[in-house]
């Protein structure tokens, strides 16, 4: 994630400007991605602005040879230990993403600065795929984010953005998919950022949580 402009594809992210840190709280504005090293192949998502104006921007892809057991849930971490968010708490020196995953007081109402949309179920459990054709729209503020976990509705978008703050602030899928049924699951991030927000490299983990059988 970075500034307008401030991305390119064969510069390693590391060199990239720093992100000044603004006056209020507002989006971070691009998103990158890289499938290979970071120095080369880095490719921008056109469709990502941190905003509610799209419907086809990331997807959770799962095959037909496992099943869940219960509905797996959206969520994000500062690392890859999955630890528990400390909500409104700025660490001293970040080094991982726990200044974006416990969001502060005045910034963001102690919710994340890592919001997501889902949209449906991806499989309901009679085995159809449900795809979004129109864009999330939607609340979504520095300060969105509801304790615990919401659920898209069948064939539609959360009405309000969800806070990705580990097993604090989550997103669920409304059922379990139907069993060894492949399926895709879209979602849309936004980033944000504020005045009170830690500087460092910060870099959390987004991922999907399930149990299966």
């Known amino acids: 994630m970075c500034a307008s402009g401030a991305g390119a594809g064969n510069i390693a992210s590391a060199a990239w400007p720093p992100y000044t840190r603004p006056a209020a709280t507002g989006v971070v504005p691009e998103c990158w991605a890289y499938l290979g090293s970071d120095n080369s ?8 602005d941190g905003t509610t104006a799209h419907y086809k921007q990331f997807l959770i892809s799962w095959d037909a040879l496992g099943t869940f057991a219960a509905a797996p849930v959206i969520s994000a971490w500062k690392d890859n230990t999955y630890p528990a968010a400390s909500p409104g708490t700025q660490p001293g020196s970040p080094g991982d993403g726990s200044a974006i995953v416990n969001g502060q007081t005045t910034d963001t109402s102690n919710t994340s600065y890592l919001k997501a949309n889902a949209y449906g179920y991806g499989v ?9 054709s129109a864009n999330a729209g939607g609340t979504l503020a520095a300060t969105t984010g509801t304790a615990g976990a919401v659920s898209p509705a069948t064939g539609a978008w959360l009405a309000t953005w969800q ?3 580990a097993a604090s602030q989550w997103i669920a899928d409304g059922v379990t998919p139907k069993p060894t049924t492949a399926g895709l699951w879209y979602f849309l991030l936004s980033l944000w950022t504020g005045p009170n927000m830690a500087g460092g490299s910060l870099i959390p983990v987004v991922g999907l949580q399930y149990l299966w059988v």
């Open 124 to 132: 309901d459990t009679g085995g159809t795929q449900q795809t979004p």
């Open 41 to 48: 192949g880095g490719l921008k998502v056109t469709t990502y």
């Open 163 to 165: 806070s990705l703050q």
